[in-house]
């Protein structure tokens, strides 16, 4: 199993930046994906979510109307569009993704992580 994020870089504040997560061997569609974010000397917390079929998505607090979580089943990729960031959102965000209940087990895999910095 691989979960492959992409797109993280250096931005201005205010700026914009659109990462992707690329999955391979899960079967995706019937995966909640989520992103999670870890800043240096912080934990690891929830940023957003979205369902297998892609419903009910939600957010952190501190990322609601600028972050939106998408994903295209066809392409096994979840996407995180982040608008207006700001210095705050720095740190490395990670794609996670867990399947469905089986034999009373949900399998969870991370991916490597990709930086995200805010700065001018």
């Known amino acids: 199993v691989q979960l492959v994020e992409s797109g993280g870089g250096l931005v201005q504040p205010g700026g914009s930046l659109r990462l992707s997560c690329a999955a391979s061997?899960?079967?995706?569609?019937?995966?909640?994906m989520r992103w999670y974010r870890q800043a240096p000397g912080k934990e690891r917390e929830l940023v957003a979510a979205?369902?297998?079929?892609?419903?009910?998505?939600n957010y952190a607090d501190s990322t609601k109307g600028r972050f939106t979580i998408s994903r295209d089943n066809a392409k096994n990729t979840v996407y995180l569009q982040m608008n207006s960031l700001k210095p705050e959102d720095t740190a490395v965000y990670y794609c996670?993704?867990?399947?469905?209940?089986?034999?009373?087990?949900?399998?969870?895999?991370w991916g490597q992580g990709t930086q995200v910095t805010v700065s001018s």
């Open positions: 996670y993704a867990i399947g469905p209940l089986y034999s009373g087990v949900r399998y969870d895999y």
């Open positions: 061997g899960i079967t995706f569609s019937n995966h909640d």
């Open positions: 979205i369902s297998s079929a892609g419903g009910s998505p």
